[in-house]
């Protein structure tokens, strides 16, 4: 069973910014990573990392944003090595659901050979498309490569990973606990792919509404809908630590005019995010 290991958001120029000098977002609700990277399709972007116990928001700021055809997507991952092989299998099996395959490599200091890093299975969403769907197993030498232990059954945890790439929670003191739903505008082709790809490990599907079709997993509800003709992240459902809570926080941050995170209660958080004018 695949479970979420990150969502990732392009927010325009001004949001991005934003986020990234939130004294709340670094202080109070999660754990901070930021990467400088360079593509030779979208040139120099920079994505900030919020990090709760197992799952990450993964937000990608760009002063083009138009410059990059993707605007958001899903990755999975398992926790059980050989966990990607018998993925494939079962993919292959449905006869519904086309991907690609590759052990990703990376160069290790010290070692003449790349390294095997993460089998990532990129479920094929149609041509051209905006949004990802990965479904990812990291290799033992990754996760040794970070410090991070593997668990006494031998599995990978996600928790592991996040705690020796970002450090472990100090004092109990971030209100993220983790992302419990992911609500995505999607062309209803492209929805029928990725419902497809997530049944086959068992998330079940049902339409709530005309238009709206909802995927459920352990711990995550995935949310489809096919009113809006531009494709992307809509809206991120976060589960708190109702300890940690304070009623003196405030209810709502915006970040530019695109994004905006709402605290509701003592146990859920909502950020959304609607496109740039």
Excluded: C
Aim: aromatic share 8%; glycine share 10%; charged share 25%.
């Amino acid at each position: 069973m695949p479970r979420l290991d990150h969502v990732m958001v392009l927010l325009d120029g001004a949001a991005h910014r934003d986020v990234s000098a939130s004294g709340f977002l670094t202080q109070r609700f999660g754990r901070i990573k930021r990467k400088e990277a360079e593509s030779s399709v979208a040139g120099q972007y920079s994505t900030l990392g919020v990090a709760g116990e197992n799952t990450l928001i993964e937000l990608f700021g760009s002063d083009l944003p138009s410059a990059s055809p993707l605007t958001g997507g899903l990755v999975f991952s398992f926790e059980e090595p050989g966990s990607a092989q018998r993925a494939r299998a079962l993919l292959d099996a449905s006869g519904e659901v086309k991907y690609h395959h590759d052990l990703v490599r990376r160069s290790v200091e010290g070692t003449d050979e790349q390294q095997p890093w993460y089998h990532l299975i990129s479920v094929d969403l149609g041509e051209a498309s905006p949004l990802l769907l990965f479904l990812n197993e990291v290799t033992p030498e990754y996760f040794q490569s970070l410090g991070a232990q593997p668990a006494p059954d031998g599995t990978l945890p996600r928790k592991h990973y996040l705690d020796a790439a970002l450090g472990a929670p100090a004092g109990g003191n971030r209100l993220m606990r983790d992302v419990t739903g992911v609500t995505i505008s999607v062309a209803a082709e492209r929805g029928r792919r990725l419902a497809d790809a997530l049944a086959v490990f068992g998330y079940t599907g049902a339409e709530t509404a005309p238009g709206v079709h909802e995927l459920r997993g352990p711990g995550l509800t995935v949310r489809l809908e096919t009113g809006d003709q531009l494709e992307r992240v809509t809206e991120i459902e976060i589960g708190l630590d109702p300890e940690v809570y304070e009623s003196s926080i405030p209810r709502e941050f915006r970040f530019g005019e695109t994004s905006r995170l709402v605290i509701e209660s003592a146990e859920t958080a909502r950020w959304s995010f609607t496109p740039s004018q």
